[in-house]
């Protein structure tokens, strides 16, 4: 007798295992080996609205994204006063900003709309901590200023090098100016309380609060009010570098000059007037909201000098 075994026989595989095995076999070939634990970057895509999307990716695909103009995500700063400053220490990772957050952390105080640039107070001396300023970078070929923050200073005379500008402190406490240096000679440096101040010892009684400083050679000089007796408060003959950038500082009642061959400062009552709390009826008040700079001059001129070669001024309160 002859017996014959049909497909469904339990003897032998049925076609849906065969096919089951097969595709089994298939699927382990084509596929990767798995990663447990898949690192996952976020990246930022640009819709054709203009609006940005997050996408998260494998790590390895980045590189490639990033070619085709993705991008990765920045981070936004906190800006709770409206200012548009951020605050430095409250800020988050996205790819677009969230309502309240800018792209900048230059707010040294996030409550307060008025204070906002240099985290980090500036240092006029031991005369303030200034949390806010105002830089006036001064081109001394044409006498052009730019200032980050209002104009506090104006060209008032002078060409080829030599300036007089004015300084308007009526909203300001204290100003430096930092000056690079070259071999400098002669009356490089001039800075007063009144507009006639000529670099020696006050101008002629012109205004009773016209006390002033002056750089002549390697010497720095400083002179007190009328009231003061055009004294001299402080005579170093040597603090100027041949190179380098040398600093001088006001505030009311306050002087101070630094480089890198030394540091000396003034307190006295009779010098830099500026805060306009002591009126002088014979400078009309002026002298109290204003100083006076002369560069590689006098402020008054005729007296001159050489080696500033670029100038910054700085104004805080």
Partial sequence: MTTFTTLLSPRTPSLRACASALGFALAALAAPAADASPTLVEVCHTNGNGTVSSLFVNANAVPALLAQGHTLPSTWHLD???DGFGDPNNSIVA??????????????????PNLTLNCDSVSFGTCLDATEITTCDVNLVSGAISCDNGAPISLYTGGGGRYTFRLDMSAWTAVSAVMDLNSPTGYWFNLGNSRTNNGWSGDGSTNTNDSEANAYNQGIHLYRSDFGGN?????????????????????????????????????????MQIDGDEPD?????????????????????????TGVESLTVVFGR
């Fill in 231 to 271: 004294t001299n408060a402080l005579s170093t003959p040597a603090l100027v570098p041949s190179q380098d950038v040398a600093t001088a500082t006001a505030c009311d009642g306050y002087f101070a000059y630094e480089s890198s061959v030394g540091f000396d400062e003034v307190y006295d009552p009779h010098i």
């Fill in 80 to 82: 709770a006063d409206g």
């Fill in 95 to 112: 790819c677009a900003a969230p309502a309240g957050y800018v792209d900048n952390a230059d707010d040294c105080d996030d409550s307060d």
């Fill in 281 to 305: 009826p014979q400078a009309g008040g002026m002298n109290d909201q204003l100083l006076w700079l002369g560069v590689n001059q006098v402020v008054n001129g005729g007296r001159t000098g």
